[in-house]
């Protein structure tokens, strides 16, 4: 801009004296029929004549001329300049300097100025044309508001001005990209009526709109009208139908219309290869790949970024990380330049794979080639050090994002994984820190922001905090899911504050949203631990009525609670009813039935349970031995106890300090006529770090403890 000022302010002193129209005119078209079109002089030229005020009469077509020259090269901002100035000082615009006001406000998106433009249109005794109308129509319809261009519509009929082909066209085109296949639909019917027979933009723009909402089957009904109406298809249209049918997994359908293209004499070009490649690529079909590379090769069609990028994620979603990198260094040898997709790509297939320090120098090599990483470049980055547990890494990278000089601004899930990595490596304050940075910077955080937070919160026992963060989203209108309530609930059964998880597992479901099996089965231990067994079994049998199918764990936890409780015999309906919907009684539930009947003194039934343990291929454990030899200690049976620690010997069961302290206080019943030496078995020397006990070990703590048994290690 100061250059242009330089120019005008070198051309001041040099410009010839204005003293006629011709003057003006004939400057300002040999600035503009020179080769290399002379803008500023000619601005200068202008902006001289406004400011000596030496302006001839009768100078409007000179001045509109420069404005319509200006929009059409494009210069919207300087032909808005003219055309300001000019009214200013009384030029009244013409026809087609009030086009081109509509233009500039089409071009630097600001449509809904334009119908005030078409006032000044009707003002200046001018009448409305398709043309300018479609100016409008574009524009409304590129700035994503469809509804505004079919009010503009009506608005064009009431002024007499008739649609033409352009005009349905545009909308068409408008409502297809705003997923309204039915008004498009309907505009189609009425382009018909008002004798504005459809074309093949047309009918091409429909199918496109169909087959990018999957609808490939109608859009075949719109080939098979222009069929019927004598229209000759484009490879538009037929490349519209390839992809169309490729994304819907129809590759079949799409080859043959390919081929009938191909029949038609209609030469494929770069896009419609590129569907077909791309969905070979991705159902690792590789030799057709290659085939189909080396005919659109051969048919002078080279591939180019779109092609190339479909085959380098096809090669990494099939795990072939080596051969996509070997396709990407042929591509730059080719001289084809990646794309910002095709490198975010490369970044994700290489995150994926674990090869994070190769993706960074894939995002080196993007900045130094001018291609402008995007916030997806650097989320996928973020993501793959994640997952390396790499936080630092995180955290550096995320400085360079917001220092950098081409600044990228992060967006929610930018903050998330960060917020993500942080809580899994138990950084709760630094967390909590970059959520206060997103608030600051105006981003609202997601439903995964919110669960993140809560559940760390819940995990290092600040569960007033998790409370604050669900108030945080609830203030947002974020919607909670059954993760959120999930999350809440474990942590509130976690901290004894049992009131509270019935609470928000009632508002849980209040809320539309049905608890997980997990849900119910949290709740349900913690009210059986608090020794509320009734409520335990209402929930229990709720579950089974709302379609919610019981786990093992809700068994298991519903049998124990029985069995605490003492109710032996539902117990064992419930263990029926478990076999019965094909459960398979695991571990748990064994181990639950042989400790709670060994407590109960019901050792004959414990010792059944062990045998279907065994018959079932579960071998009993440390605890369901200790189980049975506490039962067995209470009732005084010597013989039991003694076969007892002879199958635990045999099996090699490795003794921890619980069931060292039960032998211990086993052996110390065990009557004085006993041999203790004589009975005692060699139990397996094999250890647990820091929890085992050999056999000598025993028996030295026996003899420490109790020197009157005379046992010696051997």
């Known amino acids: 801009m100061r250059s242009l000022q330089v120019s005008k302010t070198r051309l001041f002193s040099s410009l010839p004296s204005i003293t006629s129209l011709s003057d003006v005119e004939t400057q300002l078209r040999a600035f503009w029929k020179d080769p290399d079109p002379k803008v ?282 080596t051969k996509a990198m070997a396709i990407f260094n042929l591509m730059l040898l080719k001289g084809t330049e990646p794309n910002n997709v095709t490198y975010n790509v490369m970044i994700d297939g290489l995150c994926k794979e674990g090869l994070v320090d190769d993706a960074l120098k894939i995002l080196e090599m ?113 919607i909670r899911n059954s993760i959120t309530y999930g999350v809440l609930i474990n942590g509130f059964c976690k901290n004894q504050m049992v009131r509270l998880a019935k609470g928000l597992f009632s508002k849980m479901r209040a809320s539309g949203i049905s608890p997980t099996v997990i849900d119910y089965n949290t709740l349900m231990s913690s009210l059986c631990k608090e020794g509320s067994l009734e409520q335990a079994r209402m929930l229990f049998q709720e579950m089974r009525t709302a379609n919610h199918s019981p786990c093992v764990v809700s068994f298991n936890t519903i049998i124990d ?8 015999k539902s117990a064992k309906e419930l263990l029926e009813d478990m076999f019965k919907l094909g459960l398979i009684p695991d571990r748990i539930t064994f181990s639950t039935l042989v400790n709670r009947l060994s407590k109960l003194g019901l050792l004959a039934e414990a010792r059944m349970c062990v045998e279907k343990m065994i018959a079932r291929g579960i071998e009993p454990d440390v605890f369901v031995f200790d189980s049975l030899l506490k039962g067995y200690s209470s009732k005084g049976e010597t013989k039991e106890i003694v076969n007892l620690l002879h199958q635990m010997a045999e099996k090699g069961v490795v003794l921890d300090k619980d069931i060292t302290s039960t032998i211990l206080a086993c052996l110390c019943q065990i009557s004085d006529d006993v041999d203790v030496m004589e009975v005692l078995p060699t139990f397996s020397k094999e250890t647990l770090k820091g929890i085992s006990i050999t056999c000598n070990e025993l028996l030295m703590k026996v003899n420490k403890f109790y020197p009157e048994l005379k046992l010696c290690a051997a």
């Open 40 to 321: 500023s002089e000619a601005l200068s030229l202008f902006h001289h004549a406004i400011h000596s005020k030496r302006l001839p009469p009768g100078s409007a077509s000179a001045c509109n001329f420069l404005v319509d020259t200006l929009a059409r090269s494009k210069n919207y901002e300087l032909s808005f300049s003219v055309y300001t100035k000019m009214t200013k000082v009384g030029i009244i615009p013409s026809f087609i300097s009030l086009s081109c006001l509509v233009s500039y406000f089409v071009n630097t998106r600001k449509p809904e100025f334009a119908p005030g433009v078409f006032g000044l249109v009707l003002k200046r005794g001018f009448q409305l044309n398709e043309y300018v109308t479609n100016l409008a129509l574009n524009g409304f319809c590129s700035n994503d508001e469809v509804d505004k261009a079919i009010e503009l519509f009506s608005v064009m009929r009431r002024h007499f001005v008739k649609p033409g082909i352009r005009s349905y066209n545009i909308l068409i085109n408008g409502l297809c990209k705003a997923k309204k296949l039915k008004e498009a639909v309907e505009l189609l019917v009425d382009m018909e009526v008002s004798d504005s027979e459809p074309n093949v933009v047309t009918y091409s723009t429909l199918i496109n709109g169909f087959c990018k909402q999957g609808r490939v089957d109608e859009a075949m009904g719109f080939l098979e009208e222009m069929r019927q109406k004598g229209l000759e298809m484009d490879v538009f249209v037929y490349g519209a139908l390839i992809s169309g049918f490729c994304a819907k997994g129809s590759f079949d359908r799409g080859k043959q219309i390919f081929d009938e293209m191909l029949n038609k004499g209609i030469s494929p070009n770069v896009v419609t290869y590129s569907c077909l490649i791309n969905y070979l690529s991705k159902t690792g079909k590789w030799k057709e790949v290659t085939v189909m590379v080396n005919d659109m090769t051969q048919c002078g069609v080279p591939p180019d970024a779109v092609t190339y990028t479909g085959i380098l994620d096809g090669l990494f979603k099939n795990g072939m990380a």
């Open 366 to 478: 993007m900045k130094g080639k001018g291609v402008k990483p995007d916030v997806i470049t650097y989320n996928t980055l973020l993501m793959g050090l994640s997952c390396d547990g790499k936080v630092d890494e995180m955290m550096k990278l995320f400085s360079k994002i917001t220092n950098d000089e081409n600044f990228v601004e992060p967006d929610v899930m930018t903050y998330n994984m960060l917020i993500l990595g942080l809580c899994k490596e138990g950084n709760l304050d630094q967390a909590m820190e970059m959520y206060h940075t997103m608030v600051e910077r105006g981003i609202s955080g997601s439903l995964c922001t919110y669960n993140t937070l809560i559940d760390r919160c819940i995990q290092e026992g600040l569960v007033d905090k998790a409370i604050e963060f669900w108030r945080h989203a609830v203030d947002l209108g974020v």
């Open 561 to 568: 609670g029985l069995l605490k409780a003492g109710d032996i």
